[in-house]
């Protein structure tokens, strides 16, 4: 009784906030908020408290207040977020009615990568943490090497247009060496200038609809050796390409990683026994109990391909990675190395991040919550609460076998291969290195 009248004042004064009427407002969510003993009802009270509340300290208790009941709460979450600066409200769409695109051609600013003692150009060295001038040998060392890349929260980015959108303006640029002006496909996220060899990354910070990349795994083996893991690879699957293989180029494709927490709710039945002692025998009846629960789920970093040019070959390659050793992103990372944008908004990669753990944890929760045999599960009640978008290492090159083309990933941090070509039942093997023999050269 006491809980139906709670509700109806919690709906007469949210019906009164939407009408601008604060005073009136407070008033009705005062007496709910008195009245009910109900998380989810208190809960929405002090968010709506917040809501009418015009004094800054006040409105920050309610909504703190709100996520004590609701720990994700977003609509709470996102007004925190506007109150400390980290989101502006104009910047918040409506995910179901997005602003078209812009088709113009979008000014773009970048950094150029210059040797301070004899301007010649530096460039990444594979080595993971090195910058290296072409022409005097002068390096210079990253400062985020031993840096953890920052987690970016996904309530307040999925309010924006740029956790929505995927780059669709090309990008124009002025070189900033011999001034000759540029014009990029918007997918591209580096250039090495044909006239001067600079090397240029556009800088995505201030950009509104886009987000900038977060981490990045350095490249640590260079082509050499990415050569080198490639004949090992044709080598263990006896493939005998058909043309000359291409030396492997090295370039960074994007991925989104997503933490995911909350529960998974699931139903079940358990049997207990129970002692039932009478007048005329004594023994154990069996009872079947219906279980309403949740098991907690915590998963870190999980990867979800952010380009969907070879998004499957890369999926398959991800799990080759450590992506505990994701360094900050620094643009210096990017000197004379092409770059992948991504393609994939984060939105729809996060609908597949939590798509695969609940498919994963509806495989183990028969085993995570034996005795209890499952009836269903849900993934309601598991939320998104952070992401990246990362930059990964990836050599690549084409081979052909059966004319047909095929393309070959070689992870750029460990030199692990991907690769799938249909190869005849029976072929003939002999010579099969013969084919790659000037692969590496001399």
Same mark, same amino acid.
């Given at each position: ?8 004042? $919690? ?45 800054? %300290?006040?409105?920050?208790?309610? *909504? ?12 709470? #979450? #996102? ?15 409506? =995910?179901?009615?997005?602003? =078209? ?12 990568f210059m040797c301070p ?38 309530? !307040? ?11 669709? #303006?090309?990008? !124009? ?5 011999? +001034? ?34 977060? +981490?990045? /795994?350095? *490249? ?10 490639? !004949?090992?690879? /044709?080598?263990?699957?006896? /493939?005998?390409?058909?043309k000359k293989v291409n ?16 529960? /998974? ?14 007048? *005329? ?8 109990? #219906? %279980? ?6 915590? %998963?870190?970093?999980? =990867? ?5 040019? !070879?998004a499957e070959r890369m ?49 183990? @929760? ?22 990246? $978008?990362?930059? @990964? ?40 290195? +013969? ?8």
């Amino acid at each position: 009784m006491f809980e139906e009248f709670s509700k109806s004042l $919690l709906r007469s004064g949210i019906i009164e906030a939407k009408d601008g009427n604060k005073d009136s407002a407070r008033r009705y969510l005062d007496r709910a908020l008195t009245n009910t003993t109900s998380p989810d009802l208190m809960c929405e009270a002090w968010y709506w408290m917040g809501m009418v509340t015009d004094e800054h %300290v006040e409105k920050r208790k309610a *909504f703190e207040n709100c996520l004590a009941y609701d720990l994700h709460h977003a609509r709470a #979450r #996102r007004e925190l977020a506007i109150l400390d600066g980290k989101l502006k409200r104009e910047d918040i769409v409506d =995910p179901n009615q997005l602003p =078209p695109a812009s088709d113009e051609i979008r000014k773009a600013s970048a950094d150029r990568f210059m040797c301070p003692k004899c301007g010649g150009r530096m460039i990444f060295a594979p080595d993971g943490q090195t910058l290296i001038c072409e022409y005097c040998a002068r390096t210079q060392g990253l400062e985020s090497v031993n840096q953890e890349a920052e987690e970016k929260d996904f309530i !307040i980015n999925a309010a924006t247009v740029r956790g929505h959108s995927k780059p669709q #303006r090309q990008q !124009i640029f002025h070189c900033n060496g011999c +001034g000759a002006e540029y014009i990029l496909p918007p997918t591209k996220l580096s250039k090495t200038c044909s006239y001067c060899g600079s090397a240029h990354v556009i800088k995505l910070d201030n950009e509104r609809e886009l987000l900038a990349p977060a +981490g990045i /795994v350095p *490249f640590t083996i260079n082509q050499k050796q990415a050569a080198q893991f490639l !004949i090992q690879w /044709v080598a263990e699957n006896k /493939v005998k390409p058909e043309k000359k293989v291409n030396m492997p180029r090295g370039l960074y494709l994007p991925i989104w990683t997503f933490d995911i927490g909350g529960e /998974v709710d699931y139903v079940g039945e358990r049997v207990d026994h129970e002692d039932v002692d009478n007048l *005329f025998k004594n023994y154990r009846e069996k009872k079947v109990v #219906r %279980v309403n629960d949740r098991y907690p789920v915590l %998963v870190n970093d999980m =990867p979800i391909p952010a380009s969907r040019k !070879i998004a499957e070959r890369m999926t398959r390659l991800l799990s080759t990675y450590q992506l505990n050793e994701i360094k900050p992103y620094d643009p210096r990372y990017l000197s004379n190395w092409p770059a992948e944008v991504y393609d994939i908004p984060m939105a729809n990669a996060s609908l597949d991040a939590r798509g695969q753990v609940f498919k994963t944890m509806k495989r183990e @929760l028969p085993d995570k919550v034996f005795p209890v045999k499952l009836i269903s599960s849900s993934s309601a009640s598991m939320l998104v609460e952070s992401f990246k $978008l990362v930059l @990964l290492p990836v050599w690549l090159t084409k081979i052909f076998v059966n004319d047909s083309e095929n393309i070959l990933l070689i992870n750029g941090q460990n030199g692990a291969a991907q690769g799938e070509i249909n190869k005849p039942e029976e072929k003939n093997s002999t010579g099969l290195l +013969g084919w790659l023999d000037d692969i590496l050269g001399d």
